[in-house]
């Protein structure tokens, strides 16, 4: 059985961090690329991140660069965004996700609230 289980979110200040985790099962986690996106209230589901299966190479959305940190443990099967100088604009529920790169076959975590507010 496939599960992505997000951790980590929560309440922050501005200008907090925090730490997202996503633990995976039930796939071959180092087939897939892994992905972080976010969900504000009324608006689209967009990518903020990503992590190459093949090469490890990180991507991130212009408006969370230099902020967010995506990275991978193989031995644990699982994917961490780290974030910091959080802004109420990062309010959102954050959900990872893995697809493989041939075949496009996706895998959604539950998702996890992120809320930035003073």
């Known amino acids: 059985q496939v599960q992505l289980v997000e951790s980590g979110g929560g309440l922050v200040q501005p200008g907090g961090s925090l730490t997202l985790s996503c633990a995976a099962s039930g796939f071959s986690f180092r087939l897939y690329s892994m992905r972080w996106y976010r969900q504000a209230p009324g608006k689209s589901r967009e990518v903020v991140a990503s992590?190459?299966?093949?090469?490890?190479?990180?991507n991130y959305a212009d408006s969370v660069k230099d902020r967010f940190t995506i990275s991978e443990d193989n031995a644990k099967n699982t994917v961490s965004l780290q974030m910091t100088s959080l802004k109420p604009d990062d309010t959102a529920v954050y959900y990872c996700n893995a697809v493989h790169p041939s075949t496009l076959s996706s895998y959604w975590g539950q998702g996890t609230q992120v809320t930035v507010s003073s």
């Open positions: 992590i190459s299966s093949f090469t490890g190479t990180a």
